[in-house]
């Protein structure tokens, strides 16, 4: 879970403070000194361990925000998270929260080809939590009609992941060209990150998006928030 994952620093900056702002740099949680328009999560401390209600005021200061508060106790492991009003209605790709089967690798590809490209792909597959471990390939067994293998990256193509050696692949981003894709991380907020070296070893296979391809052919490019190129 992404309160548990916080660095120590910043654990250590809510107990004394009482609370801290949480930008999103790339996937991690930075410390924020105020409130930003990058702000994302609002961290604070019940020194009692009292984590299960907010206060009025707090509910009134979430709702204003429009960012999750994060309640967290005497030390990481005691959290409740609370989400503010229509927080999952058409939520933006950047800075999403970590909810498996609500916001994770495979909604933020769904709701990419759906909302840009107008392409249909079931909401939430059935996926119940560490189908990788055993022994099921989701991605290919339920891998659509319009896409294909490739050898190659381009822009627009997901890119399936193999996060740990002995499992089936277990993650997938968009690839937005330039180095850059887009993803959701477990433990993470959803951002665009550097297709990396490191992420390069972890490739388990390429699907191209050939409906996409059709689509660009006739209407051009269509960019999103955080890339370079868009312009709202």
Same mark, same amino acid.
């Given at each position: ?102 916001? %994770? ?27 990788? %471990? ?59 990150? %550097? ?25 051009? %490019? ?11």
């Amino acid at each position: 879970m992404f309160a548990q994952s916080i660095p120590n620093y910043i654990y250590a900056k809510v107990k004394t403070d009482g609370r801290a702002y949480i930008d999103n740099g790339a996937g991690k949680p930075k410390l924020a000194e105020t409130f930003g328009p990058a702000s994302c999560i609002l961290l604070k401390y019940r020194p009692e361990n009292d984590v299960n209600s907010l206060g009025e005021d707090e509910r009134e200061e979430m709702a204003l925000l429009k960012i999750p508060i994060v309640l967290m106790g005497s030390n990481k492991e005691i959290f409740r998270w609370y989400i503010p009003d229509r927080y999952f209605e058409n939520k933006p790709y950047l800075n999403r929260l970590y909810l498996y089967g609500i916001f %994770d690798c495979y909604t933020i590809v769904h709701d990419y080809y759906s909302r840009e490209w107008s392409i249909w792909m079931p909401m939430n597959m059935s996926r119940p939590y560490g189908w990788w %471990d055993k022994a099921k390939n989701l991605y290919f067994e339920n891998k659509p009609d319009w896409v294909q293998e490739s050898s190659s990256i381009q822009r627009y193509d997901t890119i399936i992941f193999n996060l740990h050696d002995e499992s089936m692949p277990n993650h997938a981003a968009i690839y937005l060209g330039n180095g850059k894709m887009l993803h959701h991380l477990e433990t993470r907020l959803s951002c665009i990150e %550097d297709l990396t070296t490191m992420w390069k070893t972890k490739i388990y296979s390429v699907f191209r998006p050939t409906r996409v391809l059709e689509q660009v052919a006739v209407t051009g %490019d269509k960019y999103i928030e955080g890339e370079d190129g868009y312009t709202g």
